[in-house]
């Protein structure tokens, strides 16, 4: 005969599983109901090009047509950089006779403050660019290829555009100074170039590729997603291959796979290294010749900024 203690105990266990079992089915019931869309966000894939957009900026580049997009990947929790960017380098502005606009690329997250935060900040700055997709560094292929997407769709008068990150200290006045320069309006690619990478095999770094996912030995020549900078033309032929060519997390190396197939080669802007993929230490002279330094906090974009502009008319 089992003691009585026993079956007290497990009366008690089966009641409390019963119980958590129901708590468990009905919170998940309410998140359905609350924000179904978020919930019912998929991970990876490439099949939702054309899906609506969240959120979009209000623009008219019929009338007036910019030279230059920056296209800028971020989360919801990065606003102090998005700030900073709005204040230095991302500025709306006209170098020359050359407009140069800038936006911010994001995907979804489960919290609802977060994204009532973004669409007020969407409709303060009109620079956001969101869709249905789980905001995650994996799914950075997704945001680009979002925003080449509406570029194709809602900007195609510019003439370049440019896909960098929040981390980033990119020199705009050179920038624009160089594609003049360059006098190429079409089929051009550049950035810092990656010719010969490899995949990462190790399990624990951030860009680990199993033989599954990639089983080659080689990528094809890519460009550090740090910063690179291409022609509207090809913005048009990446959105149309992206299509059929299977999804794949690091972001610059699928677009690199997406210009392989069209057969378009890398080119260099400058005989000189312009986008660095790394942080080079702080000059004047140093970050007048340079497009990209990578690993620039906040604070230090209005530093840099701020000290090349009172700066301008110093020589070097």
């Known amino acids: 005969m089992i003691p009585r203690w026993k079956q007290i105990f497990a009366t008690m266990l089966l009641t409390s599983c019963f119980c958590f079992g129901v708590f468990f089915t009905k919170l998940q019931d309410f998140c359905i109901v609350c924000d179904k869309r978020i919930q019912t966000s998929s991970p990876y894939r490439l099949d939702n090009v054309g899906d609506p957009f969240l959120l979009k ?12 997009v920056l296209l800028v990947t971020t989360t919801h929790s990065q606003l102090e950089a998005r700030n900073a960017i709005r204040q230095t380098w991302g500025k709306k502005r006209q170098i020359g ?7 911010f690329l994001l995907g979804t997250v489960t919290n609802l403050r977060l994204q009532e935060e973004l669409i007020e900040e969407s409709n303060t700055y009109n620079d956001i660019i969101q869709r249905d997709f789980i905001d995650t560094y994996y799914n950075l292929t997704l945001k680009t290829i979002m925003g080449v997407e509406w570029i194709c769709t809602h900007c195609p008068q510019t003439t370049f555009l440019m896909k960098t ?13 160089l594609l003049v320069k360059k006098n190429q309006t079409t089929n051009l690619f550049t950035g810092s170039l990656r010719e010969d990478d490899e995949p990462i095999r190790d399990m624990n770094s951030k860009w680990y590729i199993s033989e599954k996912e990639f089983p080659g030995s080689k ?10 900078v291409f ?4 913005a048009h032929k990446i959105l149309n291959v992206s299509s059929t060519v299977p999804f794949f997390k690091l972001e610059d190396v699928y677009v690199g796979m997406c210009l392989e197939k069209l057969e378009i080669k890398l080119q260099d802007l400058h005989t000189e290294t312009t986008f660095f993929a790394y942080r080079p230490a702080f000059t004047i002279c140093g970050y007048r010749k340079l497009v ?5 906090e906040p604070y230090e974009m209005y530093l840099f900024w701020e000290a090349l502009r009172r700066s301008e008319d110093e020589p070097c």
């Open 57 to 68: 900026p209000k623009v008219q580049c019929e009338r007036n047509p910019p030279f230059l």
């Open 97 to 103: 006779d050359k407009r140069v606009f800038t936006y």
């Open 165 to 177: 990150d929040t981390d980033m200290f990119v020199n705009t006045l050179y920038l624009v100074e």
């Open 219 to 228: 990528y094809a020549p890519f460009c550090s997603g740090t910063g690179y």
């Open 231 to 234: 022609s509207v033309d090809i």
């Open 292 to 296: 990209t330094s990578h690993g620039v």
